[in-house]
């Protein structure tokens, strides 16, 4: 991966400082995002110190919010002529409805809508890099999710299951229409569920001394889900599952919903007027 300039979205902790760090020993130039700038630049020097890899910088951006995203979009453009591979990464679960800045529902916002601009705003760069990847990180629970376009962003009612299994099946279904857009532009896109791995969402979600236990004796590693992560960030053989929904390394099952084309151009028309963006691609 040398010469390979990679970004990572929630980047410094879990899966994603994890992945930072396997892409650091493979020699790329690894940019990492998070809204909190201490936990950003501590991770930096983490992961210099564990390889010896001095590429790494950190961007702090509120990505629940979209002129955070605008201004980190443009710093980024500004830094690197070129971006080979988008890790978006960051996400949460929230007990309670909460809004983002720009007044949507904050899982959706998050998860979702952070993913759709920040990748709009860096397509331009990412076609210069051809070829170039990225990839989006979905779940499993995208099989509870729904997409009805009109409760979607603001929900009358509120379950942070529900919401956080819409955000996801958004991205699978944002990703399968991506990669149609961007056929023959030497950019692939792939959605994944990283495996069920312990990091700091579960003790959250589910508030119990006992979780933190049980979650390091029965589920993935931040290590072990890197792995695959970087397998997609780095094989060469990714266009092959252009579109696809990956589990691990290969592709997985998901639900009819999100194989509905017809749905994702519906909620990609509706994404460009929530965060107001063109229609060029």
Same mark, same amino acid.
């Given at each position: ?11 410094s ?11 650091a ?6 940019v990492l ?7 950003g ?12 890899n001095?590429?790494?910088?950190f ?8 002129a ?5 979009a ?7 002529p ?30 979702? =809508?952070?993913?759709? /601009?920040? &990748? @709009? +705003?860096?397509?331009?760069? !990412?076609?210069? #890099? ?7 990180i ?7 999710g ?6 979607l ?8 299951f ?6 996801? =099946?958004?991205?699978? /279904?944002? &990703? @399968? +229409?991506l990669?149609?857009? !961007?056929?023959? #532009?030497?950019v692939?896109a792939?959605?994944a569920?990283?495996g069920?791995?312990a ?16 979650a ?11 792995e695959? /992560? ?10 092959r599952?252009?579109g696809e929904?990956m589990?691990?390394?290969?592709p ?14 519906k ?15």
């Open positions: 991966m040398q010469g390979k300039t990679c970004v990572i979205t929630g980047g902790g879990g899966i994603g400082k994890a992945t930072a760090v396997e892409l020993r493979l020699d790329a130039e690894v995002i998070n809204r909190s700038a201490d936990r630049i501590a991770a930096c020097r983490q992961i210099i110190d564990l390889t010896g001095r590429n790494l910088h961007f702090q951006a509120d990505l629940s919010s979209q955070d995203i605008h201004r980190l443009g710093e980024l453009t500004q830094r690197f070129r971006i080979h591979v988008l890790i978006n990464l960051a996400g949460s679960m929230f007990h309670r409805r909460q809004t983002s800045p720009d007044g949507f529902e904050l899982n959706f916002a998050l998860n979702y =809508l952070s993913y759709f /601009l920040l &990748t @709009r +705003l860096l397509l331009d760069t !990412l076609i210069q #890099s051809a070829p170039a990847r990225i990839i989006n979905s779940s499993i629970a995208h099989r509870w729904r997409v009805d376009l009109a409760d962003p603001n929900p009358r009612r509120y379950s942070m529900a919401a956080y299994g819409n955000s996801k =099946l958004a991205i699978i /279904l944002f &990703t @399968r +229409l990669s149609v857009r !961007l056929q023959g #532009s030497g692939t792939v959605s569920h990283p069920i791995v990091t700091g969402i579960i003790a959250s979600v589910i508030n119990h001394p006992l979780v933190g236990k049980l390091d004796a029965f589920l993935l590693s931040p290590e072990e889900s890197a695959h /992560l970087v397998y997609l960030a780095t094989c060469p053989e990714i266009s599952w252009n929904y589990v691990r390394k290969h997985g099952w998901c639900t009819k919903t999100s194989r509905d084309l017809a749905l994702a151009e909620l990609w028309q509706a994404s460009e007027q929530w965060t107001q963006t063109n229609r060029s691609r």
